[in-house]
């Protein structure tokens, strides 16, 4: 059953990173306002191909080294190949885009943009920006019918914790593929990562809060191909998919972090918040799945 509050251990924020553009690099926040739909200014931007469907680094692997920056009026971006690009946010009609094959309006950012990004990816893309947020559910299944997410994969955001991270190392350190470890957490890509839990203590938990933000932990995520990229190379390894398969392998997928749903919109979170776990249950077979 769940508990009502669990304070048995002192737990703290100690990173907060936003994806400006889905599949780029993050920046680093020192605070962040929590939206509905995810951290303020988290994946509201993302790369489509000509048919309008969705273009990752799960396919594009050089997209890890784009590095976006929100400035006022707009995007700044740099990458090694392409140098340096203001894009202003754009503001004519949106137009249909297919995000995992369902259709979402979204804008068109400028042709400098599209040319920018396509000389990246090695084939004709657009840069596309989601000006209204309240147009995309999250998945009913497991979330409330009025939730809702920006271009993240499937939920608002993305909780980790650094010492899941140290236990996954650790077992990574004493498996056959010793030498692509230990791995650092950006190749998780979470929003918020918290210290000083049990490691793989955020299977159980169900809300929490941080600061002065509360949040209901909805579902385990399981992780793809994307974790396997280098996020300063862009080479890839089998690591940490080989290591997650042999111990974190549940209904045929690998699990690692916990997706969040906010329910307290307009509060701020701060790196060195105090972190506390609401509602917790005991979770031996792994994550809410």
Known sequence: ?????????????????????????????????????????????????????????REHHRLVLVRPELVEGGLRLTSPEAGELFVPTPDGPPVDVQMWHAPLPARLADDAAHAWFSKIVGEPVRLVYQDDPTRRATNPAYTRESDRVSLADSYPLLQATEDSLAALNELIAGGPLAHEGPLPMIRFRPNVVVHGAPAWAEDGWRRLRVGDATFRAVKGCDRCVFTTIDPETAATGREPIATLARHRRWDGKTWFGMNLVPDTPGAHITVGDDVEILEAVDAPDGPLR
């Open 1 to 57: 059953m769940p508990t009502a509050s669990v304070r048995c251990v002192a737990l703290t924020l100690t990173a907060i990173t936003r994806y400006p553009v889905k599949s780029c690099r993050g920046e680093q926040l020192s605070t962040a306002t929590v939206e509905p739909w995810g951290l303020a200014g988290d994946r509201r931007w993302m790369i489509v191909d000509d048919a309008g469907e969705t273009v990752t680094a």
